[in-house]
Nanobody, 113 residues
C-alpha cells in the first residue's frame, strides 16, 4: 500500500524552528521528485519546496533562506527544516509525490506567541 505520513508539526513561537518529516512506504519516493505544500485557512494549497532525485531543490520566494528540503534515501524519508518561522507560515503542511501524485494526510504548523 502506498503511503506518505507526515510528522513534526506543532505550535512554536515566531522565530522558532521545526523539522517536518515525510515517511514513505510502498514506493521509493526519494528516487523521484518530492514536494512540501501548505494550505492556510481560506487560501489555496501552495508549493513550499521540492527536491528531485538528483538533489535539485526549488523554493517558494516566501521561504527562501529559511526552509531547507532534503531527502534520506536509506530511510525513504523527505524532510523540511523550517527556521525563522513567521506567523504567516501557519498552515497545514502536506507531503506530495510530484511523480506519482500521492499526498500525505498533512501536519498542522502554527506559529504564534
Amino acid at each position: 500500500q502506498v503511503q506518505l505520513v507526515e510528522s513534526g508539526g506543532g505550535l512554536v513561537q515566531p522565530g522558532g524552528s521545526l523539522r517536518l518529516s515525510c515517511a514513505a512506504s510502498g514506493r521509493i519516493y526519494t528516487l523521484n521528485t518530492m514536494g512540501w505544500y501548505r494550505q492556510a485557512p481560506g487560501k489555496q494549497r501552495e508549493l513550499v519546496a521540492s527536491i528531485t532525485s538528483g538533489g535539485i531543490t526549488n523554493y517558494a520566494d516566501s521561504v527562501k533562506g529559511r526552509f531547507t528540503i532534503s531527502g534520506d534515501s536509506a530511510k525513504n524519508t523527505v524532510y523540511l527544516q523550517m527556521n525563522s518561522l513567521k506567523p504567516e507560515d501557519t498552515a497545514v503542511y502536506f507531503c506530495h509525490s510530484l511523480t506519482f501524485g500521492d499526498w500525505g494526510q498533512g501536519t498542522q504548523v502554527t506559529i504564534s506567541s
